[in-house]
């Protein structure tokens, strides 16, 4: 939180309670005149009394500021504020101009006028006016240079409140009166100093105040120094001038002892102040020094794990490559006996053939004949079957294997794909299935992708298959296809939802292991789908999950890499509008 944002609360309160103050101060000048007491209306009995006028433009002064004393405040409070500023700016006005060009018909004679006797308002307090509804017209403008117009007609304000109440300090009326006029009254002085204040505070964030509530050591000696500018220099000048009226000392020694004091004064002030700049510069340079420390120890820390991490991933992939050649050569080494076991079998199942027609021609006893024709035709022919079957198995298994291994091992051409294209391709393969099992289909919005097309496509043709063989044949199939929510920036997501057999939650993350089936019985297969499935988004740098229950059906979660940002087309951001659900259906022919 920035110094500023600190202060905020605080200048917030000062704010309010100058816009309070300023209209109490201008209803108690009222009460004053309306039951005739000189206290309210002037603070100390025989000073100049606030003119009632006067004290209306307070009150509206203060409500205005009170209407507008937060940043972006309501438009209703907007419209009210800005509109008692204008009746502000418009009374100065109109007293001014009076003042000047003599007009009959004054501001300052509106209210009260039979009591007012001599009481005018004094020019320069309608000069004050004047500012001061400015300022609140242009509260929140500022001009190209960032200087706010608002603080200008503050800081104005102020230095002449502030001459009014030093000349009422010391008795110098020319400070706070103007020739042939009326001076400002005391009160009138004090609530234009508040005011000023409360404009400057109510925006803390701006002009002047930045560096007021800034935290480096600039704002910190403005917030030292100032007050003491301030405070320090009629509190000592208003003793010297004690003194002397008392008799104490003279004109020489009195001026003598003001200047010491305030030199004495000041480098007490600047010495206070450098020494907590000082301290706060030592204490940002521990924080630095340990911020410095923390980043090296932290960076140190990174690369070390990065070393780790990048020993463990190249001993993965060593592993992985010494697994997939493992898998390629044994599977090419079985190769060659399985086709000699094939061979042999059939060079058997001839061999029996010839030797079932050799006994038929033989003369031999009835008995030898039907003893030797079982053993042909059901021990041996069944072995021979046998032998053949599990031939054909184990030859699967082994393009199972020769596929995943390809998988692992195959280079992959990465585009730009339009994934939506890729699943109807997929479909339209799979319309006879679709059409036969009654299975209705929808495909969604799908947004575009970056990887293979090929491998993509295989992805979706294993589990767009998988959810056609595992439906429930006990009602009619659905399957859908649709984009998820990524769970990471830059991914494209997809979900291929059925409404099959499901899978029970021990057996969700064994489905992605090679020869892993949980419904062997339903569809034929050898149980490495889903285990490429996974080798080939991992390979994208992807990942695949499933959702699913036993009996309710199954979803499998599938993320890809997104298009990067340079290949991106209207059509693609519209694609990943996932409210506006674009959809077609494929409506089997029942």
């Known amino acids: 939180m920035t110094t500023a944002a600190c202060w905020r609360p605080l200048l917030r309160t000062l704010t309010a309670a100058v816009s309070a103050a300023a209209v109490l101060g201008g209803a108690f000048a009222l009460a004053g005149w309306t039951i005739g007491s000189d206290v309210l209306k002037s603070l100390v009995p025989g000073l100049v009394a606030m003119n009632p006028a006067t004290a209306v433009l307070f009150v509206l002064a203060g409500s205005s500021l009170w209407l507008l004393r937060v940043e972006c405040p309501a438009p209703a409070g907007a419209r009210t504020g800005a509109a008692l500023a204008a009746l502000v700016a418009f009374g100065g006005t109109w007293q001014l101009m009076s003042d000047l060009c003599g007009w009959s018909i004054r501001f300052d004679g509106l209210l009260f006028a039979p009591s007012l006797g001599g009481n005018r308002m004094a020019p320069n307090t309608a000069l004050h006016f004047l500012l001061t509804g400015s300022g609140l017209l242009l509260v929140d403008r500022s001009t190209r240079r960032g200087l706010p117009p608002a603080q200008v007609s503050a800081l104005l304000m102020l230095a002449g409140s502030a001459l009014a109440l030093v000349g009422y300090l010391f008795g110098a009326q020319p400070l706070y009166g103007v020739p042939s006029f009326i001076p400002m009254a005391l009160n009138t002085a004090a609530l234009f100093a508040l005011l000023a204040v409360g404009l400057l505070a109510a925006r803390p964030g701006r002009g002047v105040m930045v560096l007021l509530t800034a935290s480096g050591a600039g704002g910190l000696m403005v917030r030292r120094l100032v007050p003491v500018a301030l405070i320090l220099p009629p509190i000592l000048g208003g003793l010297q001038l004690a003194g002397q009226q008392a008799g104490l000392y003279g004109t020489e020694f009195g001026t003598s002892l003001f200047v010491a004091a305030s030199m004495a004064v000041f480098l007490a002030a600047i010495w206070w102040t450098g020494r907590a700049i000082d301290q706060a510069d030592r204490a940002r340079q521990r924080a630095e020094e340990e911020l410095r420390q923390a980043h090296d120890a932290l960076e140190r820390r990174v690369q070390e794990r990065t070393a780790e991490l990048l020993t463990a991933n190249s001993e993965l992939d060593q592993k992985n490559r010494e697994n997939e050649m493992f898998v390629y050569s044994v599977s090419h080494d079985l190769r060659s006996p399985l086709v000699n076991l094939q061979g042999f079998s059939r060079e058997l199942e001839l061999a029996c053939r010839d030797l079932r027609e050799l006994i038929s021609g033989l003369e031999c006893s009835p008995a030898l004949r039907a003893q030797a024709t079982p053993l042909i035709d059901e021990n041996i022919g ?209």
């Open 382 to 590: 069944e072995a021979i079957r046998f032998i053949q079957s599990g031939v054909l198995r184990l030859s699967g298994i082994i393009d199972s294997l020769l596929r995943l291994s390809r998988a692992g091992r195959v280079e992959y051409r990465m585009e730009h794909l339009e994934v939506s294209d890729i699943v109807s391709r997929v479909i339209e393969s799979l319309s006879l299935t679709i059409s036969d099992g009654g299975v209705q289909v929808q495909v969604r919005e799908l947004p575009p992708a970056y990887g293979d097309a090929s491998a993509v496509e295989q992805v979706f043709a294993n589990l767009i298959g998988n959810a056609l063989k595992y439906l429930d044949p006990g009602r009619p199939g659905e399957i859908e296809i649709g984009a998820a929510t990524p769970d990471g920036q830059g991914q494209s997501a997809y979900y291929v939802r059925d409404n099959g057999l499901g899978i029970d939650s021990v057996y969700h993350a064994k489905i992605f292991q090679a020869f892993q089936r949980v419904h062997p019985e339903a569809a034929p297969g050898d149980g490495m789908g889903l285990a490429i499935v996974r080798r080939v988004v991992e390979r994208h740098g992807g990942h695949v999950r499933v959702e699913s229950t036993a009996g309710a059906g199954s979803t499998f979660f599938v993320a890809l890499p997104g298009p990067p940002a340079r290949n991106a087309t209207p059509r693609d951001s519209l694609s990943r509008d996932l409210e506006r659900q674009e959809q077609f259906v494929w409506q089997p022919n029942r």
